[in-house]
């Protein structure tokens, strides 16, 4: 009776162990599957948000840095003046003058070209005027241009101007020696040479047809060997002309 009860014993106490590990076998293997299956789900549902959500792009654009710009003054382009308007009924009166009319300037009267001219001084011309032939010269011993004419004339006498005019040039100069200048307008002008002086006339005066403008004098060193004289001469449009053509 006694080994029977031990024999019962013991195959209960392995029946115990044997059923205790396979449940345990059974719970890890049930914990794994879930805890497997829980992640597996998690990583789905992660992956299934990524790819719903847009991409999220991190800034990388600096805070803005304030740039001070130097402030330009404001160009505020010129504008002509307004002209006053006027009514039409107002064009009548004396104070006021429609805004289409121009004041026109008066023209400056035309000056008659003069066609004659008053000898300058009273005596014999002795050289007369050459721009083509050549004239001799006494002083200079050879020949030569001579655009003028050569009047006798005592030194002292009176030089007049021969025409109306404005004086344009006073000067002295080796060849002509002192000399006057005056423009009587229409391209014509008149020279008085070998003069004394230029002490009665300025560069500018008006001057007036039989005006006293010098005296005859010896200062053209280029006709010295010649009689005392005055050196007259016309020039027209630049070019020398024949004074005896002009005088009356």
């Not at 789905?44 to 999220?56: F, G, R, S």
């Not at 002509?176 to 070998?194: A, F, Q």
């Not at 005859?216 to 449009?237: M, Q, S, W």
Request: proline residues 6%; aromatic residues 6%; glycine residues 8%.
């Amino acid at each position: 009776m006694k080994k029977i009860i031990l024999k019962t014993a013991n195959s209960k106490e392995n029946k115990s162990k044997g059923g205790g590990i396979f449940y345990t076998i059974l719970f890890v293997a049930i914990v794994t599957v879930g805890t497997t299956a829980h992640i597996m789900r998690t990583r789905n549902d992660a992956i299934d948000k990524l790819e719903t959500q847009p991409p999220q792009v991190a800034s990388t654009i600096p805070e803005q840095i304030p740039i001070h710009v130097a402030s330009i003054p404001e160009v505020v382009p010129e504008t002509e003046p307004t002209l006053p308007t006027v009514e039409e009924g107002q064009w009548q009166s004396d104070d006021v003058l429609p805004v289409t009319d121009v004041i026109e300037e008066e023209a400056t009267p035309a000056v008659a070209p003069i066609t004659s001219l008053i000898p300058p001084v009273g005596g014999d011309i002795f050289k007369k005027h050459s721009d083509t032939e050549l004239s001799y010269s006494k002083t200079m011993e050879d020949w030569r241009l001579h655009k003028g004419v050569d009047i006798s004339a005592p030194i002292g006498t009176t030089v007049i101007a021969s025409a109306t005019g404005e004086v344009s040039e006073c000067y002295t100069d080796t060849a002509c020696g002192v000399s006057i200048i005056i423009d009587h307008g229409n391209g014509l002008s008149t020279k008085y040479s070998n003069l004394a002086s230029t002490e009665m006339v300025s560069v500018g005066q008006a001057i007036e047809s039989g005006a006293a403008i010098g005296v005859v004098g010896d200062t053209a060193e280029f006709e010295i060997a010649d009689e005392a004289h005055l050196h007259f001469e016309v020039i027209k449009d630049g070019r020398s002309v024949n004074p005896e053509e002009y005088f009356e």
